[in-house]
């Protein structure tokens, strides 16, 4: 047999080999695209569903009474004071960073710096004294266990005028 004819044969299956080792390795890259796209999204959704578990449940009550301390000399007189009860609701502890209110008595904002730690059932009063006004709020200012931040607003409970 010639061997010119065994070189066009040989190139032949070369080529063919090539090509089909060509499309496997096409095929194992795209396969693998799509495991990494699968492990992203699942990597996302199991990230939203812990941050979801972590955040905190909490209920945050503000009761404005008539103040029965004695007000500090040089202070501003302030016949009133709002107890703001903050509770865990949550399976998780968090941490109370401070309590902050505003209120339409001249611009008023009053803030208490709190550092403590409430784990699941426990409750803190913060008080804060503050002049007659007519509306007021109060925010609640949380860390939970992953070091997030957040701020919830105490729903106004009947008090005394």
């Given at each position: 047999m010639n061997p010119n004819v065994w070189l066009p044969v040989l190139t032949a299956a070369l080529v063919l080999?090539?090509?089909?080792?060509?499309?496997?390795?096409?095929?194992?890259?795209?396969?693998?695209?799509?495991?990494?796209?699968?492990?992203?999204?699942?990597?996302?959704?199991?990230?939203?569903?812990?941050?979801?578990?972590?955040?905190?449940?909490?209920?945050?009550?503000?009761?404005?009474?008539?103040?029965?301390?004695?007000?500090?000399?040089?202070?501003?007189?302030?016949?009133?004071?709002?107890?703001?009860?903050?509770?865990?609701l949550g399976p998780h502890r968090l941490r109370l960073t401070r309590v902050r209110l505003e209120s339409d008595s001249e611009g008023e904002q009053v803030r208490r710096f709190v550092d403590k730690w409430l784990v699941a059932g426990e409750s803190e009063v913060v008080r804060i004294p503050l002049g007659k006004s007519n509306h007021t709020k109060v925010f609640v200012h949380l860390d939970d266990i992953a070091s997030q931040s957040h701020v919830v607003l105490s729903q106004q409970a009947p008090g005394e005028p």
């Open positions: 080999v090539s090509a089909y080792y060509a499309w496997t390795v096409h095929q194992l890259l795209r396969t693998t695209e799509e495991m990494v796209s699968a492990t992203k999204e699942m990597v996302e959704t199991s990230l939203k569903t812990y941050i979801l578990s972590v955040v905190p449940q909490v209920v945050c009550r503000t009761v404005t009474r008539t103040a029965t301390d004695p007000q500090p000399a040089g202070e501003p007189p302030r016949p009133f004071v709002a107890e703001t009860t903050i509770t865990n």
